[in-house]
């Protein structure tokens, strides 16, 4: 068995930090207060944890840009049109929200996705609003869900298999 510092065809040395203080009499390097050891490792589990790592990766940023698109879709609201929900957008209507009841206002007038104007009572502006918001938390639970279900994957198929938006 080869010791700590030796390699073999079959086994790398994965460099490891332990924190020590800058005066600890058991050694650690002065200077950064770092002591530095290497754990054998066999390479096939080396090797192995890389390509997770990887995968992992890829699919947290892929899920990641499938959330970016989904809120670039819209969302249908109860009134039978389809709004904008970039974060901009979620902002734009909250604030618009506080606006109409600040001013008393009994209309207001939104566009849709197409651009296309509809008049709305507060009290529908309101709900609507409401069901924005309760749509994108929902997305956004989802999306967090998911990464952290691909976080705790052990394996590559674990890891392909939690990264459900992306099959549907």
């Known amino acids: 068995m080869p ?14 930090n332990i ?4 005066d600890d009499p058991m050694g650690g390097d002065p200077q950064t207060g770092y002591e530095y050891e290497q754990i054998l490792t066999p390479l096939a589990d080396y090797v192995d944890q890389q390509k997770l ?4 990766g890829y699919l947290t940023l892929a899920i990641k840009e499938k959330h970016a698109a989904i809120l670039l879709e819209g969302c249908q609201t109860s009134k039978g ?5 970039k974060p901009e957008n979620v902002l734009d209507w909250s604030t ?3 606006l109409l009841q600040l001013a008393g206002a009994t209309t207001t007038m939104v566009c849709d996705f197409n651009n296309d104007k509809h008049t709305l009572t507060p009290t529908e502006y309101s709900a609507m609003c409401l069901e924005i918001g309760a749509y994108v938390s929902q997305l ?11 976080n705790a994957s052990g394996t ?3 890891a392909y298999g939690s990264a459900t938006w992306l099959t549907s």
């Open 3 to 16: 010791q700590i510092g030796q390699y073999d065809d079959n086994s790398v040395a994965v460099p490891i």
């Open 140 to 150: 956004r639970a989802q999306k967090w869900a998911i990464r952290d279900a691909i």
């Open 81 to 85: 049109f389809r709004v904008d929900i």
């Open 96 to 98: 618009n929200l506080q």
């Open 156 to 158: 590559i198929e674990q």
């Open 19 to 22: 924190t020590v203080t800058k």
């Open 53 to 56: 790592a990887c995968v992992k």
